[in-house]
């Protein structure tokens, strides 16, 4: 019966029916003697694998463990050792998966070199490698026997196993060795079906290590044609695999999209479902890049998801949830924030994945324009590149990279461009050695990276000439956002130059590209900066009514420029809610950048205190906003100081041209600048001025905007009022609190100078009456006794009332001493963990002191606790510095808000100083008190 179970279990297997296997083999289980150790191992193993399949791994990891249990040597267990492996990376922990799998390999007799002798390990066996391409071939594999060993067999199954783990790990130098371990046992005992998959990863080895992309491609065609022709599966679907990651270097990615689907269907025959979802990687990158639509990116990406949700691949689905977030944005199905940083904690174990959000955010920052949110995404993405070496999107980012460099050349000042440049041609440099080997994938990017170069340095017909070429090479192959973003910067160009009609031509044909991709969000945005008065629609319409790319008309009946109410609601909402000054022009800036296609937009106010404009800053003191006054280079001032005469709405096609701002130290370096200039009132006078910027082009701002940027500005300026108030209150509260202080200061020094002092010379006198009083007088001295113990205790009462009021150590010592002290009054043991060295302004100082005292006592009251953890740190990530005081103790729990009036009170002296207090308090967790204070622009000198 357990053989015939068995049977039916192989048979599911094949069939990819892990559910039915698994069942099957929990019912054989079920009849197997407990003698029976081999099969006991076998079966378990099976299970091990369909559990693994169905994506059920805590329960797998059981499995494994009663394996381990059972087994006597570590080729008994292989198999199961190589599919848990597998499991481990699933979950990210590649350090577990990596160390079981290098434990297994070291028991079945591999060397495995010391991390100090990996480099001269690899040397040696990249020689080997190029000796195996350049005097053999493929008739010598052909020759060669095939791989019988049982020992050998089960070692390349779990090199194939770790190399993921290696991968996203961190680990490419194990990376390349395993795969190279793989080739040696390929040469020196013929290949099998167990070493075409890990030896085919040699070849990525030769590109990631080594910059070969020539070897690699070499070294993965000859490892797949002998897999073709031995019919060595799933081994064959897995060099497949690998051969479409590296056949963009060669081949248009076209093919590498069928070669993925093709390994993807033989792998899942297979039973290999771990490689086969890794897959979706080469498919995800080219299809973004040459699927006719997003809806084919789409689907490709659901199903990639839907495959490695399954099987419990979180690393493969964090990254393909990019590629959905980014079809969603570009579909306008999601709003993003180009220039908003990327959550690295979300990404702490896959910086794969991290790779990818920055990737995705740079296209989209390329495609809708966001120059700002391009350089911050690229930058972020260049040092990830390790991660992902070898692979197509690594040229994505290099070629992204390429134009944030070639945009802040043209706007930079003074010796900065030069520096640019030279990194930019260092980026193109590296993407011309692609291009000459596969130039369907890349010539049409470097020639657009060229046209860049010469547009940033003013040689104005060798750019003409470079986006011509760059527009050419890219009619000629199906690279949907690639040809609408070249048409897109070459009518940017050409408008930014004063070929108005061109330059609104090509914009026309970028709006068509793009609507025919489904990039509906872009399209809107097209829709939105040029009406149909200026740029009119695209329509394309044959002899039947179809529609076609290539014949190109422009109409003026199909689009509108009218003004999107519910956006403009939004917009208007969500500045209504801002009541900070520093986060409502950051706001500002968002909004009015998505609205209008805006490069730059600045938000100055008007000091009429100091006759100034202000930019808000993000160096605020927790009492007050302040604002650094803008020097003439950093923002066209002529353009200011002209709604400031005039109080008019200022609208400019190119202040470059315009004699009344040419000259503006800021408008003078600039090869063109749009300009919208806009007033801000408030009850009747100047509060603020918007200014619009656009660098890419000339006539940005037009007059169909101006009543979209009207609603804003008419928010803005209930905004800026509601800031006010709110500055204000705050800032009352503070100078309340802050007298409240300097009260208790004044009662603390005058109870010491006065009260303590007049306590301390009754009890000495007291004592002295008595020593004077004659011996016989008992009941007298007694009572002089009596009198000047009472003073004592009066004056440590007192004193103690005076600590509680004001401690002086505070005002002395700082916050750390003060703690000390009161920690060493405390009836209930405290440790504290502080930073020394530093004092903090004093209102901070102060506050965090009282909410240690408070929580100390609420402890020692109500909590019993054991002991009381008091912890302080100081954050001085961007954008703000912070002090954090947390008191934390083991007791009962049950604290909240309205128990009293200490910890509410604590609340509103956090929230007076800008900052947060939050309580945790559970029944069997205890209590923790957390206050958080901003310390912007605060000066903190040596204790």
């Not at 924030?337 to 174990?349: E, I, L, N």
């Not at 509260?733 to 009754?762: N, P, S, W």
């Not at 947390?886 to 009293?900: I, K, L, P, S, Y």
Request: glycine share 8%.
């Amino acid at each position: 019966m357990v053989g015939l179970l068995r049977r039916a279990a192989d048979q599911a297997a094949m069939i990819g029916d892990h559910a039915l296997m698994n069942a099957l083999l929990a019912a054989a289980l079920r009849l197997i003697e407990p003698g029976e150790t081999a099969t006991l191992i076998a079966v378990h193993t099976g299970r091990h694998a369909a559990l693994y399949g169905l994506g059920r791994l805590d329960e797998a990891d059981e499995e494994y463990r009663t394996i381990e249990g059972l087994d006597r040597t570590a080729l008994d267990r292989a198999a199961a050792t190589a599919v848990q492996v597998s499991s481990l990376t699933h979950r990210s922990r590649f350090a577990d998966a990596i160390g079981l799998g290098i434990d297994s390999l070291r028991e079945l007799g591999i060397t495995v070199p010391a991390p100090d002798r990996l480099t001269a390990e690899l040397d040696h066996q990249f020689d080997d490698l190029h000796r195996w391409l350049d005097r053999t071939d493929a008739a010598d594999d052909l020759a060669r026997p095939e791989l019988t060993e049982p020992t050998l067999l089960a070692t390349t199954r779990l090199i194939d196993a770790v190399q993921p783990a290696a991968y996203f790990g961190g680990g490419h130098g194990a990376v390349a060795w395993l795969s190279l371990e793989a080739l040696r046992i390929w040469l020196e005992h013929g290949p099998g079906p167990t070493l075409i998959g890990p030896a085919s990863a040699a070849a990525v080895a030769a590109v990631a290590r080594r910059g070969d992309h020539a070897a690699g491609y070499r070294a993965v065609r000859r490892v797949l044609a002998l897999g073709e022709v031995r019919g060595y599966e799933p081994g064959t679907s897995e060099a497949r695999r690998r051969f479409a990651l590296l056949s963009c270097w060669f081949e248009p990615i076209e093919n590498g999209v069928q070669a993925a689907g093709r390994a993807r269907e033989g792998l899942i025959a297979g039973g290999d479902l771990a490689n086969a979802g890794y897959t979706y990687h080469p498919t995800a990158h080219y299809l973004l890049d040459c699927a006719p639509s997003l809806d084919v990116l789409v689907a490709e990406v659901e199903a990639g998801l839907a495959l490695v949700r399954q099987t419990g691949n979180e690393q493969t689905g964090q990254w393909l949830d990019c590629y959905q977030w980014l079809a969603g944005v570009l579909r306008g199905e999601s709003v993003a924030t180009t220039g908003k940083a990327v959550p690295a904690d979300r990404y702490a174990d896959n910086p794969m994945a991290l790779f990818h959000a920055h990737l995705s955010h740079a296209l989209v920052a390329a495609v809708f324009g966001d120059p700002v949110g391009l350089s911050q995404h690229t930058a972020a993405a260049m040092p990830l590149l390790s991660v992902v070496p070898g692979l197509y999107p690594t040229a994505v980012a290099r070629f992204l990279h390429g134009l944030a460099l070639a945009e802040q050349a043209r706007a930079g000042h003074g010796d900065e461009p030069g520096g640019l440049l030279a990194e930019l041609d260092e980026v193109t440099s590296w993407l011309a050695a692609r291009a000459a080997d596969a130039p369907d994938n890349f010539l049409h990017l470097l020639r657009l990276l060229e046209a860049e170069r010469a547009w940033a340095v003013g040689d104005f017909h060798a750019a003409a000439l470079a986006f011509d070429t760059a527009r050419r090479e890219a009619a000629d192959g199906q690279r949907p956002w690639h040809r609408a973003l070249i048409t897109e910067r070459t009518a940017r160009f050409h408008l930014a130059h004063g070929l108005e009609q061109t330059g609104r031509d090509l914009l026309a044909r970028a709006r068509e590209y793009y609507a025919t991709w489904g990039a509906t969000a872009k399209v809107a945005q097209l829709d939105w900066a040029y009406p149909t008065s200026q740029v009119g629609a695209l329509t394309t319409i044959g002899p039947a009514g179809d529609r076609h790319a290539d014949d190109l008309q422009l109409s003026s009946t199909v689009t509108t420029g009218t003004l999107d109410l519910l956006a403009i609601l939004a917009a208007s909402q969500a500045l209504s809610s801002e009541t900070d000054i520093e986060r409502l022009h950051a706001r500002v800036v968002e909004v009015l950048r998505a609205m209008t296609g805006a490069t730059s937009v600045h938000l100055l106010l008007r000091d009429d205190d100091r006759h100034d404009w202000l930019l808000p800053a993000a160096n605020r003191t927790t009492d007050t906003a302040t604002a650094g006054s803008p020097h003439e280079r950093d923002l066209p001032m002529s353009a200011v100081r002209y709604v400031q005469r005039t109080a008019e709405i200022l609208i400019v096609d190119d202040a470059t041209r315009d004699d009344r701002f040419a000259r503006d130290p800021y408008i003078a370096g600039l090869g063109a600048c749009s300009l919208l200039a806009m007033p801000i009132l408030g009850r009747g006078t100047l509060r603020a001025v918007l200014v619009l910027e656009n660098h890419l082009m000339r006539a940005a701002f037009t007059t169909e905007r101006l009543d979209a940027v009207r609603l804003i500005a008419a928010q803005l300026a209930v905004s800026l009022d509601n800031a006010q108030l709110y500055a204000d209150l705050t800032a009352s509260r503070a100078r309340i609190v802050a007298a409240a202080d300097q009260a208790r200061r004044r009662i603390e020094r005058d109870l010491h100078d006065g009260a303590q002092q007049r306590l301390v010379t009754l009890a000495m006198r007291a004592r002295i009456a008595r020593r004077a009083v004659p011996p016989e007088s008992g009941a007298l001295r007694e009572q002089l006794e009596a009198l000047a113990a009472e003073a004592s205790t009066a004056m440590t009462e007192l004193r103690e009332l005076a600590r509680g009021i004001h401690p002086p150590t505070l005002a002395q010592g700082g916050l750390l001493p003060a703690l000390n002290a009161l920690a060493r009054r405390s009836r209930v043991p405290v440790r504290i963990k502080a930073p020394t060295g530093h004092r903090l302004p004093e209102p901070v100082e102060v506050a965090a002191y009282y909410v240690v005292a408070e929580a100390l006592t609420n402890a020692t009251k109500h909590a019993e606790p054991s002991i009381v953890t008091v912890e302080i740190e100081i954050d001085t990530t961007p954008p703000d510095t912070v002090l954090r005081v947390q008191v934390h103790d083991d007791g009962r729990g049950g604290a909240h808000f309205t128990g009293g009036t200490g910890l509410l009170g604590l609340k509103d002296r956090v929230e007076t100083l800008g900052g947060r207090l939050t309580l945790h308090s559970g029944p069997t967790t205890g209590t923790a008190v957390l206050a958080e204070f901003p310390l912007r622009r605060a000066v903190m000198g040596p204790s």
